[in-house]
């Protein structure tokens, strides 16, 4: 299962414009918007059947796994986030956890609220270890800063590949700051919905979970 990641930090925000950092402040603050809003929408069931590698054995996709697995992958947007590579190894304390290491980061967006900075950071990851096929991470994290010092991280977004499962973690952060997020775990039975929650981040740089409900897993 993947969790929502808050860190905190005394480490600055550096001045460098080369970052990527662009600290624009709006007359009327608003949060950029990512993800898909049609996610509000679709009412999955706590689980589904799949068939990852075509076993002849295995009973065959119904039809409403068969959608539920198309809508899925439909609003997974991750590929389609674009942003801009950047090579200073700053962020790399906020955003990793033991064992990872990254592999690229990429600025998708900066905005200011007063003394309030938002950094939108996509990122690809790898877990170190004795592992013949290693997990790989792909997220898009919300950096908030304060006084450009570090105060948390707010997971977005998360692909966690393994060898036989996968994890995700679907957001959409409207241009309120209500984040809503769907997490999703699959293996090579079925794919299962299991948790949703709703986050609310306010523009003076806190965070509020509003409401967290897991899923039953079957």
């Not at 860190?7 to 600290?23: A, D, F, M, R, V």
């Not at 709006?26 to 990852?52: A, C, H, M, S």
């Not at 801009?84 to 967006?109: G, H, W």
């Not at 409207?174 to 984040?179: A, F, I, Q, T, V």
Request: hydrophobic share 30%.
């Amino acid at each position: 299962m993947i969790l929502l990641g808050l860190q905190s930090c005394e480490k600055k925000i550096p001045k460098n414009s080369n970052l990527g950092i662009t600290n624009s402040t709006k007359k009327t603050f608003q949060f950029t918007e990512i993800g898909r809003k049609e996610i509000l929408d679709v009412k999955f069931p706590d689980y589904w059947n799949t068939q990852t590698y075509n076993d002849s054995e295995a009973p065959p996709m119904t039809k409403e796994a068969v959608y539920f697995e198309e809508k899925l992958n439909d609003l997974d947007y991750f590929d389609s986030v674009k942003g801009r590579l950047i090579k200073t190894k700053f962020y790399n304390t906020f955003l990793t956890e033991k064992n990872q290491k990254i592999d690229s980061l990429f600025i998708l967006d900066s905005i200011s609220n007063k003394d309030i900075s938002f950094v939108y950071i996509k990122s690809y990851k790898t877990e170190n270890g004795q592992y013949d096929w290693p997990p790989t991470f792909q997220e898009i994290d919300l950096l908030i800063f304060s006084k450009s010092k570090f105060k948390e991280k707010v997971n977005i977004y998360s692909c966690q590949n393994y060898p036989f499962a996968v994890g995700m973690r679907l957001g959409y952060l409207n241009r309120e700051g209500d984040l809503f997020v769907k997490e999703f775990d699959t293996d090579e039975e079925k794919t299962a919905f299991v948790k949703e929650e709703h986050i609310q981040i306010s523009k003076d740089g806190s965070t509020k979970l509003i409401s967290s409900a897991k899923k039953n897993e079957k």
